[in-house]
């Protein structure tokens, strides 16, 4: 889903945590 720009790209955020831009996800919901 991330591959075909379905979902945000995640940003790593630590060794072994990733997280998503929290606009992105705003936006993200809006299109659903």
């Not at 379905?6 to 998503?20: C, D, E, L, S, T």
């Amino acid at each position: 889903m991330v591959k075909s720009g379905g979902f945000p790209k995640p940003v790593r955020i630590g060794k072994r945590a990733i997280g998503w831009k929290y606009s992105e996800i705003k936006e993200w919901l809006k299109r659903l």
